[in-house]
């Protein structure tokens, strides 16, 4: 909880799943240095977020309507509590309940598109844009296949 403004940070919301999306996120790091940071995520030994807290989702994800029910119940107590005042993500399906709930509780939201996906879009991506405040590319061909976004250049 901020309790003045001298002492006040922004706080940020990381939100990726296990692998390859947590992996692009924690190059995004030093872009977050300065901000109160929570991850959100699945449980998998390979997770580690240098010690910042993290809170776990339900997993599988992938077009599972149960877990996404848990997830939406999740970002629903996880924004109420921790109130961030920016939720980014590089996916994948654990994002979409956190993007729409922000969105409607007034969340700044960020989309970073993986890396990896240039000849076709991501169903996370595809769901998650009406809802972004910034939808960020890597490719120029990524731009080409959403139409809009903004190209930042690949992080790797």
Not at 71 to 87: F, H, K, M, Q, T
């Amino acid at each position: 909880m901020k309790s003045d403004a001298s002492d006040a940070r922004s706080s940020v919301l990381l939100v990726a799943s296990p692998g390859g999306h947590l992996s692009q996120m924690k190059l995004l790091m030093p872009c977050f240095a300065d901000f109160e940071r929570r991850w959100v995520t699945l449980d998998h030994e390979s997770v580690d977020v240098d010690g910042d807290d993290v809170v776990f989702g339900y997993g599988p994800t992938t077009r599972n309507l149960v877990n996404f029910v848990r997830n939406l119940g999740l970002a629903w107590r996880e924004l109420r509590r921790s109130r961030p005042d920016v939720i980014v993500s590089t996916g994948a399906a654990i994002a979409v309940p956190f993007f729409v709930l922000g969105r409607l509780m007034g969340v700044r939201t960020v989309y970073l598109e993986v890396y990896d996906r240039v000849d076709s879009r991501t169903l996370t991506a595809r769901l998650v844009k009406p809802f972004t405040d910034a939808f960020l590319l890597q490719w120029q061909s990524q731009r080409d296949l959403y139409g809009t976004g903004t190209v930042v250049g690949a992080i790797y």
